[in-house]
């Protein structure tokens, strides 16, 4: 009787089972409330009665799941991993209600339990690096994540996510690779797109970016986070007002969205208006108060005001969110001068000295655990601490390996470069400056600064735009623009200088007219504006014929002083030709003789050479020269360039808020052993000349 008892109460409980399992077939086929409700019921009844009943147990955490019943759904998988304890994809699942939890540590452990069991379940090492990368271990989850790209060579969301992972470890051209690979399999596939778009702007190749992040809002036209990347590449083109229509877009979009507010605030500040940029910011940290980027390009605009204080309390503060970014300890040692106890300067020295940065090339090489970016920032900041308290020799080997690692990570075509100017000065002589004249805009008479980077462009900007009818409008490529925009889109970069063979006086005419309008919109009060995009140097030919009213000022420096100056700054974009000495003093060679070409063939009343030690010595007669070549009454105010409060972009915002001083030939003297490939380089360049 027992036995037929037992065998009862077996079948009993076998109908039971059958009951629930195909109650959670018809839920998990229907995804309808009724089905779940009555599927969990019984799912409920057959775990009850049985505690060893794992698979009921199973499939009861995953209709919680369904209906976002989180720590429902915990518990119920737990009591199957007891009972189940072979079972790898129940704890699996734990770790992936875990993570939905926001309980990223749990997960892991689950992860590798479950990988213990079956270490070839791709999708666990997806959700493992996804655990790694909530808690910031972004090394580890990009191990993970490659891992399960291994394990499926062929799936496209695998390669994804493995590229997210290295584009934020700072892995960017493995980046690339793996959503190339990624986009082989799925071509049509927006998030990556969007993604591939996002490493290229890091990449600083702004207009690829645009390409994939062009292709992912066709797919997609909603995608936040492809317009927001959109118009950070735009903001990188020098393209301020289109990437303001992005930003734009992407408000209108998602408001909710701290990194919205955060680009549209650094492309305000491009556009000059900083306090439009600061409410952003606000704004946005307001949705994100420990976003660390975002205190840091506060902190960073705050410093472009003159505001130091309140810049170098944001970053710190960034810095103490974010502790293993070393962009921001970078930021603070441009901003301030630090003790070389200050315990930012400690934290550098010793990532450096965790990673063996300084010790061979073969360590550098194993240094894996420290992106090159990352070293590129800390060897440039620790450059600059050791240069303020007059390590000179420290100095040196921080900056050969800050800018050595920074020239393996930027492309710089150093023929295609010195070939531009020789094609300018051969293209455009004085024949075709005749040609070009007559027909230019002559409503505006702006004044454009011209000359090296860090030469004392900023400088002279500060002065001129000292004087009550002048407004600086700092690096705005307007002109550039105008090139762009002329009605037959005949001109842009890759065309020039050929360009200018097609040209006729009515075109520059044109091009001015474009030039005129676009620094209206920016300043439309001013009588006198200052452009002090460098760039323009390449164009002062056709600058001079279709605005016949502009003054151009060319700041020159010594040749040593000048690329020593360079080549002691990382710059966030462009001057790729900074970073070794060679190529450096070949570049500064080439682009004297151009302006050589441009003195020659340009009228003496629109262009004018200003050494920058002539200042040092006589600020006040270079300052009278300045004012009268540009045909302003003489303004005092102009000797106090250092009390000017306008917004200063350059990396001398700190210089230009300080009287004037040199101690250019200090540094000179110091680090005079190893200049020779400099020397070399620079020949018999002479400034005076």
């Not at 959503?179 to 596939?189: E, G, N, T, Y």
């Not at 605009?301 to 003159?306: A, F, K, S, V």
């Not at 860090?454 to 090139?483: M, W, Y």
Request: proline share 4%; hydrophobic share 45%; aromatic share 6%.
């Amino acid at each position: 009787m027992a036995g037929l008892a037992l065998a009862a109460k077996d079948a009993r409980d076998a109908e039971r089972r059958r009951r629930a399992s195909e109650a959670f077939d018809r839920a998990l086929a229907s995804r309808k409330d009724a089905e779940i409700d009555r599927a969990s019921h019984l799912l409920r009844e057959s775990v009850d009665f049985d505690a060893q009943d794992g698979v009921s147990a199973f499939q009861l955490g995953v209709l919680n799941v369904l209906r976002r019943r989180h720590e429902d759904a915990l518990r119920a998988f737990a009591r199957a991993a007891r009972a189940l304890p072979q079972e790898p994809v129940v704890r699996a699942n734990l770790g992936a209600v875990a993570l939905a939890l926001g309980r990223a540590e749990e997960a892991i452990s689950w992860c590798r339990q479950s990988l213990a069991l079956n270490p070839d379940a791709a999708n666990v090492w997806t959700l493992r690096g996804k655990a790694l990368r909530a808690l910031g271990r972004n090394e580890e989850a990009a191990e993970s994540f490659a891992r399960a790209a291994q394990l499926q060579p062929d799936c496209a969301e695998a390669l994804g996510d493995y590229g997210c992972a290295l584009n934020q470890t700072g892995r960017l051209d493995e980046a690339l690779a793996a959503f190339d690979r990624a986009l082989a399999i799925k071509p049509s596939s927006g998030p990556l797109l969007c993604n591939r778009g996002a490493v290229l702007v890091n990449l600083e190749r702004p207009g690829e970016a645009l390409i994939s992040l062009d292709k992912a809002l066709a797919l997609a036209p909603g995608n936040v986070m492809a317009i927001n990347n959109r118009a950070l590449a735009l903001k990188m083109l020098n393209r301020p007002e289109e990437a303001l229509l992005c930003s734009s877009a992407a408000l209108a979009a998602d408001p909710a969205q701290a990194a919205v507010w955060m680009i549209r605030a650094g492309v305000l500040a491009d556009l000059g208006r900083a306090e439009e940029a600061l409410a952003c910011y606000d704004h946005g940290l307001a949705l994100a108060p420990r976003d660390a980027p975002g205190l840091a390009n506060k902190a960073l605009l705050l410093g472009e005001l003159g505001r130091f204080a309140e810049a170098e309390s944001l970053l710190r503060e960034a810095i103490a969110v974010a502790p293993g970014r070393a962009s921001l300890c970078y930021n603070l040692t441009q901003l301030v001068k630090l003790a070389p106890g200050d315990p930012v300067v400690a934290a550098m020295n010793a990532r450096l000295a965790q990673a063996g940065a300084l010790a061979s090339a073969a360590a550098l090489a194993s240094a894996a655990a420290l992106a090159a970016a990352d070293r590129v920032f800390l060897h440039f900041g620790l450059a600059k601490v050791s240069e303020d308290h007059g390590k000179w020799d420290e100095s040196f080997r921080h900056l050969s390996a800050g800018a050595g690692l920074k020239r393996g990570l930027v492309h710089y075509d150093e023929a295609a470069t010195l070939g531009e100017m020789e094609r300018t000065a051969r293209i455009f002589d004085a024949k075709m400056a005749a040609r070009l004249g007559g027909r230019g805009e002559d409503s505006l008479a702006p004044i454009f600064i011209v000359g090296m980077p860090r030469s004392g462009s900023t400088l002279v900007e500060q002065i001129l735009s000292s004087h009550d009818g002048v407004t600086g409008l700092g690096e705005i490529g307007a002109f550039g623009k105008a090139l762009r925009l002329d009605g037959a889109h005949r001109f842009g970069p890759p065309a020039f200088p050929e360009l200018v063979q097609s040209l006729s006086a009515q075109d520059a005419g044109r091009i001015g007219a474009a030039y005129a309008e676009n620094v209206r919109e920016r300043a439309p009060s001013a009588s006198r504006v200052v452009d002090k995009m460098l760039d323009n140097f390449l164009t002062l030919g056709l600058i001079a014929a279709a605005l016949p009213k502009a003054r151009v000022v060319h700041i020159r420096r010594d040749p040593v002083e000048s690329c020593l100056s360079c080549y002691s700054r990382w710059f966030e974009t462009g001057y790729a030709f900074s970073y070794d000495l060679r190529e450096l003093g070949r570049y500064y060679r080439a682009h004297e003789r151009l302006m050589d070409h441009w003195r020659a063939i340009l009228p003496e009343e629109l262009l004018i050479t200003v050494d920058y030690e002539a200042i040092v010595a006589d600020l006040e007669g270079q300052s009278r020269r300045l004012a009268a070549f540009c045909g302003l009454e003489w303004d005092p105010r102009c000797l106090e360039f250092h009390k000017n409060e306008r917004q200063v972009r350059t990396a001398s915002k700190t210089q230009v808020r300080q009287p004037l001083f040199d101690g250019a030939s200090r540094r000179r003297g110091a680090l005079a052993p190893y200049l020779a490939p400099l020397l070399e380089a620079l020949g018999d360049s002479d400034p005076a000349a």
